[in-house]
């Protein structure tokens, strides 16, 4: 019993607590298999460092803040005929994010840019990496709040410190001229020091309608389609196909 107390309070100390929980359960496993002292010692130090991997992606996803969590398992590409799988599957895999690349979401409402993008964001969580979600106009109020208040040169830093931001719903709103150059200096900031995944519903002709600068717009748009995978959502709604297909597969509802 005093052995337990010391192992647990060790333990305690060196921050085990996976181990501290699955030592003695394991080791009568361990006698129970014939393993070897080796053995139950490395199936310890898997348990502890699976559970620290399991908490970290968990601290990962909730700092990201993403509004729904939707992953690609979830995505019925086969309702959104004109987009290429292969290539959304090949982003999964994180690379742009090492080598600081963008992606630009360009359709239609409802034809599942934020879904996607919210899967990227969080393939990119598990993969070890910092990532922030927000909408456009989110983070245009948080920026033009930031400055009122002169932190805004503390909150970029901060923001730079993230390997993806997620940027959702550019174009629903337009921007105020503050808004505006303020949105435009958080993308020349990031540029080639971080990756962003925009969604836009427009045009690129049109995104001077929401900017209100064209020339402004012109340089905003040549930083962010540099060295970026520009991917077209076409076709019918995406959530009204899903919705169509519950009430079919459930017509009493």
Not at 21 to 49: G, V
Not at 95 to 108: A, C, K, M, P, S
Request: glycine share 6%.
């Amino acid at each position: 019993m005093e052995i337990d107390l010391l192992i647990q309070a060790h333990c305690k100390q060196l921050k085990l607590p996976t181990f501290a929980r699955n030592y003695r359960k394991l080791a009568q496993d361990a006698s129970q298999t014939n393993q070897t002292f080796d053995q139950y010692l490395l199936a310890l130090l898997e348990q502890e460092a699976l559970q620290r991997e399991t908490n970290q992606e968990r601290r990962r996803l909730q700092a990201a803040r993403f509004p729904r969590l939707h992953t690609l398992d979830t995505f019925e590409f086969a309702a959104v005929p004109s987009l290429n799988k292969a290539k959304i599957l090949d982003l999964a895999r994180g690379d742009y994010v090492t080598q600081r690349e963008n992606i630009l979401f360009v359709g239609e409402i409802g034809t599942g840019k934020t879904h996607l993008a919210t899967a990227l964001g969080i393939a990119a969580c598990r993969q070890g990496k910092r990532v922030r979600f927000f909408t456009a106009a989110g983070l245009v109020n948080e920026l033009l709040e930031a400055r009122d208040e002169k932190r805004l040169l503390r909150l970029q830093a901060q923001w730079l410190k993230q390997d993806l931001i997620v940027l959702d719903e550019v174009g629903f709103v337009p921007f105020s001229t503050q808004g505006s150059q303020l949105l435009f200096q958080f993308c020349s900031e990031r540029y080639q020091r971080g990756s962003v995944i925009f969604t836009t519903n427009l045009e690129f002709a049109k995104w001077t309608d929401v900017f209100g600068d064209a020339q402004m717009t012109g340089a905003l748009l040549d930083r962010i389609t540099h060295r970026c995978h520009i991917i077209e959502c076409h076709g019918e709604s995406y959530r009204f196909k899903q919705s169509l297909k519950a009430q079919q597969q459930n017509p009493r509802a």
